[in-house]
């Protein structure tokens, strides 16, 4: 990388760990790029003129003497509408063979939305999968994270919700992909024909992990200009928050810092609520709404990671696989959209959240009759109804590789009440029992 005559060059390390250096420097800003015996690299602490950077390639072979070049400048990233369909590294440079983007330059990782220019979330994002629309209805301008074991396919849901989703726009931030999980999206986006709407960002686990930290503020930033400049519903897709928040800690180990719970960072709430608050409904249309995929250690919600992320964020979307129907569902007991009366009923059909409320009712008394079974009560005729109910409400609602639309999911529902149970036992307004009702 050439040098410019007003760059400020040193060679004098007084510090190297395996993330950092440390050198004195004069007149430097946090966040600013460098390049450090050739690595890129960028400034996480400064203290009097003592400067912290952490090299994205890490420090092994650096000397003490080695060449430091700031830059001026944080990271940025050229944003215009040549964004769309390609694919980008961690520092905004193609990965698909295609030219560099022509644009405005804009900084990454800037502040989010002021809240007065802020309005309510209000409008509908559907995506196919009935267990997102009917239970849990995402709405434009939320933040919401997938809670999910390592072993689920949550970057599958990923792209089946950015090829489904009723936006103009999908960002994909992908941090610590496999090479195959790479492929996987490349394959899917183009196979589908959708990359005329999406954008990805992508770290490889073949790359320094500390480059992770960079790409959520790499998809923020393009969808703040779909959304701002362009008026446009962007859905920004991140995988996977636990991987961000393990190069947190990496860098802050490696500098030394106590860390808190976990291991975490202390600053791990406010590196996160950074990300998520980039969410926003605007006034004139435009809309960011936010899924980020969090992996958890054995189910462990109280882990930092989804403990801080539950506290941020407007609910949470939980992956398992249910043995009765042999799929993977999304929760319905541990889901939950704090957002979604905003939009049930209002741009839904009215009897949608009567039909929530009931599905989910009937499949509780399903867990329940399977409690009794287990223990060696006898079952009722409920009970086994009940049963029955469950195992065609996971196969044909909950499971997310069902893609429908969601009258169908509330006319699948009906269908259900009417083969399993009478009208009493649904609990459901007569208003909509006279106009819905598919049994005897």
């Known amino acids: 990388m050439a040098t410019k005559a007003f760059q400020k060059i040193y060679t004098q390390l007084e510090a190297i760990t395996k993330a950092t250096v440390a050198l004195r420097a004069q007149g430097i800003s946090n966040d600013e790029l460098a390049v450090v015996d050739g690595r890129l690299a960028q400034v996480v602490k400064t203290k009097g003129d003592l400067v912290t950077l952490q090299v994205f390639a890490g420090t092994e072979g650096i000397p003490t003497n080695a060449e430091v070049t700031f830059l001026g400048a944080p990271p940025t990233l050229k944003v215009s509408d040549e964004l769309a369909g390609r694919f980008f590294d961690a520092y905004g440079r193609p990965l698909d063979g295609g030219p560099e ?27 196919g999968i009935a267990g997102i629309d009917l239970n849990n209805t995402l709405v434009s301008g939320q933040k919401i994270p997938f809670f999910a074991d390592p072993d689920q396919p949550y970057n599958n849901v990923m792209a089946q919700v950015a090829l489904r989703a009723d936006v103009d726009k999908i960002i994909l931030g992908g941090m610590g992909l496999t090479n195959d999980d790479y492929l996987y999206f490349k394959h899917e986006f183009e196979a589908a024909g959708a990359l005329d709407k999406i954008i990805s960002f992508v770290n490889t686990t073949e790359q320094p992990p500390v480059e992770r930290l960079l790409i959520p503020d790499m998809a923020l930033t393009a969808a703040e200009y779909f959304a701002v400049e362009k008026n446009e519903k962007v859905l920004v897709l991140l995988t996977d928050m636990t991987l961000y928040a393990d190069a947190l800690s990496i860098v802050s180990n490696r500098m030394d810092q106590i860390p808190s719970k976990d291991s975490m960072p202390g600053s791990l709430y406010s590196d996160l609520a950074k990300i998520y608050e980039k969410a926003v409904q605007l006034p004139d249309g435009g809309s960011i709404t936010i899924i980020a995929v969090t992996t958890l250690n054995d189910g462990d919600i109280t882990h930092a990671i989804p403990d801080n992320t539950g506290y941020i964020t407007e609910g949470q979307l939980f992956l398992r696989a249910d043995p009765d129907s042999g799929k993977v569902i999304i929760d319905p007991f541990r889901s939950l959209s704090r957002l979604k009366q905003l939009v049930q009923g209002k741009q839904t059909r009215k009897d949608h959240s009567q039909v929530m409320n009931a599905s989910v009712r009937l499949y509780a008394d399903a867990q329940n009759a399977k409690t009794k079974l287990e223990n060696g009560f006898d079952l009722s005729d409920y009970d086994h109804r009940c049963l029955k109910y469950a195992t065609a409400y996971a196969t044909r609602i909950l499971a997310i590789d069902v893609n429908i639309k969601i009258d169908e999911m509330l006319d699948t529902a009906w269908e259900l009440f009417g083969t399993y149970f009478t009208k009493a036992e649904t609990g459901i307004k007569q208003e909509f029992i006279d106009q819905y009702w598919k049994g005897n």
């Open 101 to 127: 983007v022509e644009g405005k330059e804009v900084q990454i990782g800037g502040p989010s939305v002021n809240p007065y220019k802020r309005r309510q979330p209000s409008q509908i994002i559907p995506t």
